[in-house]
């Protein structure tokens, strides 16, 4: 690999699955699975631009496309491209980018229908109140809410890899208005949509973005919120492998 804001574990033949973290966060927050999913498979976790050690750059999709296909250009062969949050919404652009690179799609807390005119309210709304709180003290507030969410091992490695709430109006900005229904019902392979339980805002939309898939089916992560992949991480894990297996 020639990229530095990545990192990458399991056998260099097995099959690949490259993970994409949500907004604000960093490749950290694959902790778990890319711990868990290195004994079977050829694991990658990247930085987004806007984040991690891409801090410095702003968010752009088309950024974060080139990203993507250089890290799977960098294996020579197709991946299981898994995406969280805003990671979705970038795994249904890359795989509508090129197709024949994406052995298969996970899109976990990414249901929103972002082409809604209710969505492009509230995200103005959350907008105003990120400002008016400030991205620093943001920070400082999410960082302290992981502490209490989560285990030392899991919150320490993605509270030290970066909070980037500045990057929020720049994420929206490039995916707010844009119709992933449409993106993903011209994507032929198969999808892995999962949500967790009480990640209640994500879950009104799942059934449509479950419809516009041509092979896709649905599973829930019991008890979990929004960070399902953090809240139950061997619940997520285990569905990830399961679905990579059948298809790999």
């Known amino acids: 690999m020639t ?42 976790v990247l930085d987004l631009p806007g984040h991690g050690e891409c801090a410095k750059l702003p968010f ?32 249904m652009e890359f795989a509508a980018y090129d197709p024949t690179k994406v052995v298969g799609l996970v899109l976990a ?56 709430p500045n990057t929020l109006p720049q994420a929206y900005g490039e995916v707010i208005g844009k119709n992933y229904r449409e993106k993903l019902a011209h994507f032929p392979g198969p999808v892995l949509i999962l949500n967790g339980e009480r990640d209640r805002f994500t879950r009104k939309g799942e059934k449509s973005l479950l419809a516009a898939t041509q092979r896709g089916r649905l599973e829930i992560v019991p008890h979990a919120g929004h960070l399902c992949n953090l809240e139950q991480p061997e619940v997520f894990t285990n569905a990830v492998r399961q679905f990579a297996n059948e298809i790999t």
Not at 14 to 37: C, D, E, S, Y
Request: charged share 15%.
């Open 60 to 91: 752009r999709m088309d950024t974060a496309i080139k990203t993507i296909d250089e890290a799977i250009n960098s294996i020579s062969r197709p991946a299981i491209v898994v995406g969280l949050s805003l990671g979705g919404f970038v795994a």
């Open 109 to 164: 807390s990414c249901s929103d229908n972002t082409h809604s005119r209710l969505v492009w309210l509230l995200t103005r709304v959350h907008m105003a109140v990120v400002k008016l709180l400030g991205y620093q003290r943001l920070a400082v507030w999410q960082g302290a809410a992981l502490r209490k969410m989560f285990p030392p091992e899991i919150a320490e490695p993605l509270i030290a890899g970066g909070i980037h």
């Open 3 to 44: 990229l530095c804001n990545c990192d990458v574990a399991g056998p260099s033949n097995a099959p690949v699955i490259v993970l994409l973290h949500g907004v604000a966060a960093n490749r950290k927050m694959w902790t778990p699975q890319l711990a868990a999913l290195a004994d079977a498979f050829r694991v990658i």
